[in-house]
């Protein structure tokens, strides 16, 4: 695989926020239906809100330079909501896919695993803090942490180039 020369970025995919804004509205709209017809009144307003207010933060992810992930000779950096989130190269142990799973304790139901594969990636020892969901992440799923969208790349794929792109930016400089 040819690496692309850094920095560079990549932009969500516009498909992926598409379907997370209808999934939104249609949660709205099947709560406001049950509010309206007076059934599962409860269940109903807890979707008309939950969806309500998830409508916008889908509608600003569809927003230009709103979702997205940069690489640089230092690192990688995730934007969501605007929000930009920095790792270096050099705090990174690997890159790898995984298949996410729900769990929900309290009934101890476990789904199946998703048939979509995400990447995930770990910190080595020592380069950061290790919070107690991230302990578990790494128990449950392999990894302590994940990236949120696979910017248009088969996970594999994507995960073989992350790795690339860490092990040429970690190498000493005169390797380079």
């Not at 498909?15 to 059934?39: D, E, N, P, R, T």
């Not at 789904?111 to 302990?135: C, E, H, I, Q, T």
Request: contains cysteine; glycine residues 8%.
């Amino acid at each position: 695989m040819e690496l692309r020369a850094l920095p560079f970025t990549l932009q969500a995919e516009r498909k992926a926020l598409w379907k997370q804004l209808l999934a939104m509205c249609f949660i709205a709209a099947l709560g406001g239906s049950a509010v309206y017809w007076q059934f599962q009144t409860v269940a109903g307003w807890f979707l008309l809100v939950v969806g309500g207010l998830l409508i916008p933060v889908a509608v600003i992810q569809l927003l230009p330079g709103a979702s997205s992930l940069t690489l640089d000779q230092d690192g990688f950096h995730v934007t969501g909501l605007y929000r930009r989130t920095s790792y270096r190269w050099d705090e990174i142990e690997e890159f790898g896919i995984y298949y996410p799973n729900l769990k929900t304790a309290a009934i101890g139901f476990k789904s199946p695993a998703s048939k979509k594969p995400m990447v995930g990636f770990n910190f080595l020892p020592d380069s950061r803090p290790k919070s107690l969901l991230m302990r578990k992440s790494r128990e449950e799923l392999g990894y302590e942490a994940a990236l949120g969208d696979i910017y248009g790349y088969k996970a594999e794929e994507f995960a073989v180039m992350m790795n690339a792109y860490r092990v040429s930016q970690t190498r000493p400089r005169a390797a380079r």
